[in-house]
């Protein structure tokens, strides 16, 4: 489109050198206007009979008319000018919306091609379509899993929340399971092929992700649903001021005028204007069409992990056995786990620290397999473990453990005896619960559900402390797709999630928003990306697009309004058709004028106390 604008700006100015500066004979003066009608017009009208075949019939469908009605009367400028306006309009559309890429080509880069199979002592780079259940393959530090399989050899941690939905690092020791895709820690591991990399959990994901790119929902633009109304009635005006004059030049000139340039011009560049300020803010536009339809959005979907918490792990809870100080056990936990590459080590240590405990040098520190971490800290000897562990040994005290009740936990020996019990969850966010609070209040929206990968006791746990009833806990990519459609289907929806396990399901809401920049699948999937993974960001973000569509509807609606009085005009002869196309140029200045407002920013951009309610 672009190029066509140009050569629609270059023929006009060309054609007023022509009649204006040299005084080029008439039909001299009009082959710069031929050229726009031939090599812009008739594209573009191409693609607007096109739209009609299909039963769309947008706000541009009458500059098309235009177009055609003034290259039958011979008001080839007016029909020039129609051209420019039109493709000028789609150019800055066209502009706003570049920046989108390919999730599928993202997704795709992501997953390795070879994997390092381990054959006869030796290891060699081998294509994944070559890997084959039972093949040992080794997973460097810090790459991603081939394939789905269960480790043999080496003891390390994977993340798999972007995936699963789980919350923390997960600790990998022989036996373990590791699936596709999954981050490998700092620690080398070897694994045995489970399935062939085309049947891997990624590869299942993938599908998914095809198949809603496929049925991603299509969305009315404001313009269109604008342009649906004002059309058939400036058409019916022009209709009836050739009727009753006789003029067809009437008809032309009123069509003309009645040109919806507000809505292909100034929409354009107030959305530009928003994504313009949303960048500013740390939002990242990918769909300028969410800009417009996320203030219509009554329900919000929620993944769980890395959105509505940190995907963190936190010591919520400490019991001791009877006769154990529970300073001193915390004490000689966190002194140990100093040493421990454990996933809950390092939230042992935060709580120690935030309860004012000094930490002591440990010695004769081990780590056997599934056994958990051991050593002597000032004098005592300390074993941190799992429960299963802890049922298999002889330990006394054993028997005053308390039963499992959900989240995370490890078991702390000291002195070979059971000496408490550490419980974890995952750290809500601390912003979360006045932002679900002021979402139906503030912004319209009647349901809140989380959808997450997680354990039903975790998902649970969380909806209870921000205040969100509907939950759907440990599901997979595909039933999250299920569920969003069947949402999307009732009402227009809002996911916000993280992972790569939420990338189909954010592609099938209406309007998808990803939380942070953990994953360029998510990223790329996602119509908006908010940079610094805040909630806060998203409701500035819902502010920016309520205010752009306020904005966007003073520029439409009245740029409309001084066209309906040009039409008046037009009817009554008092304007000819070149005298119609500038009086709409003069509405179209106004219009962008006051669209230009979308990139300035107010002072405040939010409508709750961030962290107020949550702390």
Known sequence: MIVIAGVAMAGIATHLVLRFATHSPHPVD???????????????????????????????????????????????????????????????????????????????????????????????????????????????????????????????????????????????????????????????????????????????????????????????????????????????IAIAAWLASGESSRFLAVLVVATPCPLLIAIPVAIIGAISLCARRGIIVKDPVVLETIATCRTAIFDKTGTLTYGRPRLTEQVVAPGIDARQALGLAASLERYSKHPLATAVLDAAAKAGVGLQDATQISEPPGQGVRGTVAGHTVLITSRGALADSSVPGREHAPPHAGGLECFVVIDNRYAALFRFRDEPRAEGVSFIEHLSPRHGFNRLLIVSGDRESEVRYLADQIGISEVYAEKSPEEKVEIVRAETALARTLYVGDGINDAPALMSATVGVAIGQNSDITTESAGVVVMDSSLEKVDEFMHISKRMRGIVLQSAVGGMVLSMFGMALASAGLLSPVAGAVSQEVIDVLAVFNALRAAIGPRELTDFAPGGAGE
């Open 30 to 236: 009009q082959v710069p206007l031929w050229v726009v009608l031939v090599f812009g017009g008739v594209p573009l009208v191409y693609g607007l009979l096109n739209d009609v075949v299909r039963r769309e019939f947008g706000a541009d469908l009458l500059a098309g008319i235009s177009i055609v009605t003034a290259a039958l009367l011979g008001e080839y400028l007016a029909g020039a000018i129609v051209v420019l306006m039109l493709s000028g309009g789609e150019a800055l559309e066209g502009y706003a919306v570049r920046s989108a890429s390919s999730v599928l080509r993202a997704l795709a880069q992501r997953m390795p091609s070879i994997g390092h199979r381990r054959q006869e002592g030796q290891i060699v780079d081998v294509p994944l379509s070559e890997v084959a259940p039972g093949d040992e393959l080794v997973v460097f530090p810090h790459d991603i899993c081939p394939v789905d399989g269960l480790v043999t050899e080496g003891r390390g941690v994977m993340d798999e929340s972007f995936l699963t939905g789980e919350p923390f690092r997960m600790s990998k020791t022989p036996g373990s399971r590791v699936i596709s895709g999954a981050i490998n820690g700092e620690s080398a591991l070897t694994i045995r092929a489970t399935r062939p990399a085309s049947d891997s959990r990624y590869a299942e994901i993938m599908r998914v992700m095809r198949a809603a790119e496929q049925n991603r929902p299509r969305m009315r633009r404001i313009g269109d649903t604008l342009g649906a109304y004002y059309t058939p009635l400036a058409v019916l």
